[in-house]
């Protein structure tokens, strides 16, 4: 963690955590937020006000841990207030991602849907966010060793999620007559 000494500094620093101002809300757009430019915003606002707190050689897995904190608590806001509605449930509870992400193969969303939301996060901070697995394991607050695991085991399910779907014989060929 970076001490910040003196305005200049302080400046330069954060010109360095802005640069990122994309990249956190394109995660926070694939993960369905209504505002990912309010979640970026916010995020960087708690970057400011935490600057000497931030990692000096990559602040993204910090970003995107914040960014995340503020994705659930948008969605729990929205979940309690009275125009919740069935999609905001989706939301919170599952993965509805963004339209231009519901683009991809219907199979590998399926497949990603099947996943608990530990396992998924695990793989697209990888895949999606290009982190590479030490910064996905701090991103997350974990051991690198633990969210190598947790890698291997999303990626594993997954693969079993995906090859289950396109191994699925249809309904017709389960179906006996009966005479």
């Not at 995660?27 to 916010?42: F, K, L, N, T, V």
């Not at 602040?59 to 914040?66: D, I, K, V, Y």
């Amino acid at each position: 963690m970076g001490r910040v000494t003196d305005a200049t500094e302080a400046e330069a620093r954060f010109r360095r955590v802005f640069a990122h101002l994309g990249e956190v809300t394109a995660y926070a757009r694939r993960r369905g937020s209504p505002d990912p430019d309010s979640i970026a915003a916010e995020a960087m606002t708690i970057a400011w006000r935490k600057l000497g707190e931030l990692p000096d050689d990559d602040p993204r897995p910090w970003l995107f841990a914040t960014a995340r904190n503020l994705l659930l608590a948008e969605w729990r806001q929205r979940s309690s207030s009275s125009e919740t509605s069935a999609d905001t449930a989706r939301v919170a509870h599952g993965f509805e991602p963004a339209p231009e992400v519901r683009a991809l193969d219907p199979e590998l969303l399926a497949g990603l849907r099947s996943l608990t939301s530990r396992d998924r996060e695990a793989l697209l901070l990888v895949a999606w966010e290009d982190l590479s697995p030490s910064l996905a394991a701090r991103s997350l607050g974990i051991s690198q060793t633990a969210f190598r695991v947790r890698l291997h085991r999303a990626r594993r399910r997954l693969q079993l999620a995906l090859a289950a779907k396109s191994a699925k014989p249809s309904i017709h060929c389960l179906e006996v007559e009966e005479r």
